[in-house]
């Protein structure tokens, strides 16, 4: 194993280096049952206990109370963009949108076809480049919940403060999921695709107050019903089996490397060694966004121009740093550097944009 690349991508992206071999070592035979786990019924005690345990580890590392159901759905965090409105909006309430970027404006199309949705706050004007304070959210009344993108994966913005309103937070948190503690009094329901930050893509987690769905909307099909799963403990049908297993390995390295507060520490001191070497590059390298607002996942930047753009990505790429392009909407470079990023990799990636800028400037 002494090939692997480091590897940028958006999401799905790198997972730890152990996790994958541990799985590798139990794929064919898991753990003497002569068949591998995806081979086997969900319903199967082997199964049962990877399935509960993902779900506890999940509860227990991001320290989400009892009130709270831990789901693990299909449809990525896109079909959450209608079932959190499906399920919560109701009749006469409306649904307040933080207008923040690509991602959010998914969210917000989606609610306006389940009810009276708004947004309470727009980043167009500012180019989406930086999160608004709570003074600058204006809430109407009979407002449901206020829904916030707590990292924009494109544009490279992280909610760093969380607003301070009189309604529930829910928060899609695909792109800095379980990277820092949360305040879950201000939340009604949180969730993202695990594909970046918790294992390979096939999943949603989704964390939802029980008590928020007391009253909630129960006029369709079982699936699209919260809960429906919150019954089931998420086995209502079959459901990602090698998605969750893999999530529970993760969640278990995670736990070993000291839980949230050191995933926390770790992510702000990696994507501040990249932040320094754009600020120490005399405007050469530039990221657009806010400071205050500066994702510790998804790391934006520009260089002097696009040609140089694209020579940077195609020499990253020959010397292993792979996936460096910044989304097709906005173009730019893009270092994503999840939970599972070594800080060799990002330090890889720190001395290769010095060289770089010497080497063409
Ligand atoms: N929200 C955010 C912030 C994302 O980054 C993404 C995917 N990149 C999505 C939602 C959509 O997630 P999925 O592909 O799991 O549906």
Same mark, same amino acid.
């Given at each position: 194993m002494t090939n692997r690349v480091h590897n940028f991508c958006a999401g799905p992206c790198t997972l730890p280096l152990e996790v994958l071999e541990e799985a590798q070592q139990e794929f064919v035979d898991y753990h003497g049952t002569g068949m591998s786990l995806i081979e086997m019924s969900h319903r199967a005690p082997e199964y049962d206990e990877v399935h509960m345990e993902a779900m506890q580890l999940a509860r227990e590392i991001y320290g989400a109370p009892d009130d709270f159901a831990v789901l693990f759905l299909q449809g990525g965090a896109t079909l959450q963009f209608a079932m959190v409105p499906m399920n919560l909006l109701k009749a006469g309430q409306k649904a307040a949108y933080v207008g923040s970027g690509a991602w959010a404006s998914g969210a917000f199309k989606d609610a306006q /076809?389940? !009810?009276?949705? *708004? &947004?309470?706050? %727009? !980043? /167009? %004007?500012? !180019? *989406?480049?930086r999160m608004p304070g709570s003074d600058e959210i204006e809430l109407r009344p009979d407002t449901r919940y206020l829904h916030v993108t707590s990292n924009e994966t494109i544009g490279g913005i992280r909610m760093t403060e969380w607003p301070e309103v009189d309604v529930p937070l829910v928060a899609d948190m695909s792109s800095d999921y379980m990277s820092r503690p949360i305040p879950w009094e201000k939340f009604d329901l949180v969730y993202g695709g695990v594909q970046k930050n918790l294992g390979p893509a096939g999943a949603a987690l989704v964390f939802v107050r029980k008590s928020a769905l007391s009253d909630a909307n129960s006029d369709m099909g079982a699936y699209l019903r919260y809960q429906t799963h919150?019954? /089931? %403990?998420? &086995?209502?049908?079959t459901p990602p089996v090698f998605t969750i297993y893999m999530i529970g390995k993760v969640l278990k390295w995670m736990k070993n490397k000291g839980g949230l507060p050191a995933i926390e520490q770790e992510a702000a001191d990696k994507s501040a060694r990249i932040y320094q070497v754009i600020d120490n590059s005399n405007g050469w390298y530039s990221c657009p966004v806010a400071v205050e607002n500066r994702s510790h996942m998804n790391v934006v930047f520009r260089l002097p121009n696009e040609e140089l753009e694209k020579k940077f990505i195609k020499e990253a790429d020959a010397a292993g740093l792979k996936n460096l392009k910044g989304h097709r909407s906005v173009g730019g470079c893009r270092a994503s550097i999840y939970n599972a990023m070594p800080m060799e990799g990002v330090e890889a990636l720190a001395g290769f944009m010095q060289q770089f800028q010497r080497d063409n400037s």
């Open positions: /076809k389940y !009810g009276e949705a *708004y &947004l309470a706050w %727009d !980043g /167009k %004007d500012n !180019g *989406y480049t919150v019954d /089931k %403990d998420s &086995l209502f049908n």
